[in-house]
């Protein structure tokens, strides 16, 4: 009896213990437990700064601007080439130029362990024009018209719109030079944003040949030195740099100097300004929409002649918007030690435009939808017997291009029905045990609630009749 009493005085838990070895260990004083240290928890690590996770939510606008990409390729006569994303570092060194921020400041460099000095592509133009020489393109048809797409690294300081990693849409025609290409590059770029409902604006202007912009930048250096104490601390630096960046600065204290500074269509050639001219004139005679911007050069070395931007017609003035940018570049496969090949191109931002889609949504009730991405019919079951027939049946559908979302591991019909609309779409197909005996099916519109039930054999052409399809 005493033993009873003090047994039920003991704490629940070591009332189970039945052994007597756990009896007379009760009887002990109790030894203190050892501490058992948890493994510290892993702390995610979140995605590189700059660099953005491409969800499947988002995939409707990557989609449209990648077939609306595809699409203008094709119809301008333009073949995809794709090159690799690391290259020599001395490529973009050599071809975009030391002095310029994508190369000094911006470029993700590395040495491998066979110590080549390697960076991560900032730009599609130099490795095209590495491709166009190292594959012998020049020895094809004239011009040689590419285009790409893909991902590029600049190790710029991150804000909106501003990217560590960030796509282009690349389009590059090599080996000929005429106004007429340069226009047509420039309407490609403007209609296919267009086509995607965007208003936009073409910024241009003419750097002119290399001379000339090599006596313009004499010129314009005399100038900003002459009003140095005005400019601010970036541009000042940027003097004896690359005096050119200067006419990008946004400062208000360089735009009042800039205002008196000499511009670079009074210093180009007689030959670049008929070029020039030329281009407009195909501009007007394609209706593309244009605005001439003495102070727009391009921060970059190989540009000759035509340069140009996109800008979103209300967003003229502000500098992270330009949607894409592009011009000619003759001298770049020379440079690069190819022969003389004149050349021009563009490339569009894709988060810039998807960016202006969505806000197109917001403000001017657009809808970007890809019906290639959203499912025809939800496919509901009930009971094992209809789950286990539902995915041959499922199976079937697909092989007839009806895209069928389900979730076969939900047994509760409520919950397959809320699944289905919250999945948006418009007809449901639900199986439960008495359909699997009777070889039938039932067919619910989502939004009237009104089912009808069919031969399993007849459903998918049934279905074809409902889509449309
Ligand atoms: P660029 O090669 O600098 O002429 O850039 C062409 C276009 O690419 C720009 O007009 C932007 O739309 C886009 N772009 C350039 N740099 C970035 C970046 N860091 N992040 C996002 N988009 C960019």
Redesign the pocket.
């Known amino acids: 009896m005493p033993a009873k009493k003090t047994s039920s005085k003991k704490p629940a838990a070591k009332k189970t213990t039945k052994t007597t070895a756990s009896k007379k260990a009760v009887t002990k004083k109790p030894v203190a437990k050892k501490k058992v240290t948890k493994p510290k928890k892993f702390v995610t690590p979140q995605a590189v700064r700059g660099m953005k996770d491409l969800l499947p939510r988002d995939e409707q606008y990557w989609r449209l601007m990648y077939n609306t990409a595809q699409q203008f390729a094709d119809a301008y006569g333009y073949g995809r080439i794709q090159t690799p994303v690391v290259e020599e570092a001395v490529l973009f060194s050599r071809s975009i130029g030391e002095g310029t921020d994508v190369v000094d400041k911006e470029m993700y460099t590395f040495n491998n362990s066979d110590g080549d000095a390697l960076a991560l592509r900032p730009?599609f133009t130099a490795g095209i024009a590495r491709a166009y020489i190292t594959c012998g393109m020049h020895s094809e048809s004239q011009p040689v018209k590419v285009w790409s797409w893909g991902p590029l690294f600049?190790h710029?300081r991150p804000q909106a719109?501003?990217?560590r990693q960030?796509h282009?849409w690349s389009v590059e025609a090599l080996g000929a030079r005429d106004a007429v290409l340069d226009a047509e590059l420039i309407a490609m770029a403007y209609n296919s944003v267009a086509s995607l409902g965007i208003d936009t604006v073409v910024h241009i202007n003419s750097i002119g040949s290399l001379e000339d912009r090599d006596r313009y930048i004499i010129e314009l250096t005399g100038f900003l030195r002459s009003k140095r104490s005005y400019l601010s601390e970036t541009s000042k630096a940027r003097l004896t740099k690359n005096p050119l960046r200067i006419l990008d600065s946004k400062e208000e204290q360089d735009q009042v100097v800039l205002e008196e500074a000499p511009q670079i269509l009074d210093w180009i050639s007689e030959d670049a300004r008929k070029y020039f001219m030329s281009v407009l004139e195909y501009l007007d005679e394609l209706e593309i929409p244009y605005i001439l911007k003495p102070t727009l050069v391009?921060g970059l070395d190989y540009y000759t002649d035509t340069v140009f931007?996109l800008y979103e017609t209300e967003k003229e003035d502000g500098s992270q918007t330009?949607?894409?940018?592009g011009g000619r570049y003759d001298l770049l496969v020379q440079q690069l030690g190819g022969r003389e090949t004149p050349a021009a191109g563009f490339?569009?931002?894709i988060?810039?435009v998807i960016s202006a889609m969505r806000r197109n949504e917001q403000d001017n009730d657009y809808v970007y939808a890809d019906p290639r991405l959203q499912s025809d019919i939800y496919f509901a079951q009930l009971g094992v017997q209809a789950r286990r027939k539902a995915l041959g049946i499922i199976e079937g559908l697909r092989k007839a291009e009806i895209y069928v979302h389900h979730n076969l591991g939900k047994s509760s019909l409520k919950q397959q029905l809320e699944q289905a609309n919250k999945h948006g779409v418009t007809h449901s197909v639900i199986l439960g045990q008495q359909e699997v005996q009777d070889g039938t099916i039932i067919i619910r519109d989502m939004e009237s609630g009104n089912q009808e039930i069919v031969d399993q054999k007849k459903l998918e052409k049934e279905l074809k009749r409902i889509l449309k399809k």
């Not at 330009?322 to 940018?325: D, F, K, P, V």
């Open positions: 730009e600049r710029d719109g501003r990217y960030f282009q391009r931007e330009a949607l894409g940018g490339a569009l931002g988060e810039r």
